[in-house]
């Protein structure tokens, strides 16, 4: 078996170095955007109109009562019917798909962190008279940050692991790789290990970079 | 601009309920220019919700609140402004704990236009001179004990140059060995003439530096007047029966 993984390696290596790249670009693309998507709707579900609260409240429950899998199926077939002018690629419907669904995620996050600062400051800040605006910028939010950063990383790491779902639909991800030389050699394990391999690799290091970021963040209070 | 109005707080039959419970039951009570006012009463008596609908941070379910001659619980009144003209101070501080000490105290009169960045620098220069905390202008609030956080929070009150300070237990969240120098700072504000309203548990301070007593029971006002009457010959049973509880 040793023998055999590393013949995929030396033959095959640069598609699993391809399939890296595409499942990091694609999970950043992802994180990114739905950090600044989700934060808004975050701030729209604190919203005075409450048809709005409703929507985002909705929005947020059908994700996350739904599987991923069926929302990228949802996308990827639905999207480009639905607006068949855009053109979208592929890899644009998985990307939006995915987006859609860790939004609802990151929503939460930044609820969470914004509920978890004490009321205490908001009310402090209001009966000095700042508006509910002034209050959230200058002093809730800067404390929400220390709660939502490390959130985030986790949620991008959580990503990272979604995206395989995406290999349904061949976008050249780590887990497309594993697909592909299976098709090419017939191995399963051998091609199997080494995405796992990979996977662990990233995630691993991930964690423990924004662990120690949450220990610094907690030292600097 | 002065004597426009008749009190400086004017409350007329506030009520507040939260869901079936009818916190404060109609309140009728003003606040002179000048005044000492302190709240006194069991636990759960309203205290607290009265105080805190004197500058908004509860909407009252009914009834009026007067400042300076306004009402502000009609609707659409900018309540920001009037906030700006009522300090608050909390039971648990309340320090802004991502700002140092000395923004702390500035934040507000630069944001709000009421001084200029360097303005604002040079009154809390003098604020935290007053306290004692100048040498820990540049520090994060969890630096601070507990005494040096009530002191830092009346003090930023104070930097927006208030016509009245609410006190909301002020001491209570405090070990015994701070709570001489936040009453002292409470104290020589009162002396300097700031009209207060102190809702506390400290009965000694209240007889020293009040110039009336209200005693809330159970959302009504049961009984008020100057410390000496109160205190000394209480009329109202439910009065006696709380004095006698926290007094010996
Ligand atoms: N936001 C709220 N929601 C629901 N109930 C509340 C709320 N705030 C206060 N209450 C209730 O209203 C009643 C009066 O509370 P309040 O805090 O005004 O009392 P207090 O006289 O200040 O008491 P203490 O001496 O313990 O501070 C209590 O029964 C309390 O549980
Ligand atoms: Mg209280």
Redesign the interface.
Known sequence: MLQNIIKVLSKYGYLFADGLWITIELSLITVLCSSVLGSLLAIARRSRLLPVRFLCTAYVEVVRGTPLLLQLYFFYFMLPNLVPALKLSEFTCVVIALVFNSVAYVAEIVRAGIGAV?R??M?????????SK?AMI??VL??AVKNILPALCNEFVAIIKETSLASTFFIGDIMTTYKTINGFTFLIIEPLLIAGIIYFCVTFVLSKAIAALERKMKAS? | MTDKYEHMIKTVDLKKDFGSLKVLKGVNEHVDKGEVLTIIGPSGSGKSTFLRCLNMLETPTSGQIFFEGTDITQKGISVDAHRQKMGMVFQHFNVFNNLTVKKNITLAPVLLKKKTQKEADEMADELLARIGLTDKKDAHPSRLSGGQKQRLAIVRSLAMEPDVMLFDEPTSALDPEMVGEVLQVIKELVKSGMTSVIVTHEMGFAKEVSDRVIFMDDGNIAEEGTPTELFEHPQNPRTQEFLSKVLY
């Open positions: 004490d205490g400051q009310e402090a800040a209001r009966s000095l008279g700042l508006s002034q200058h002093v800067p404390q209070d």
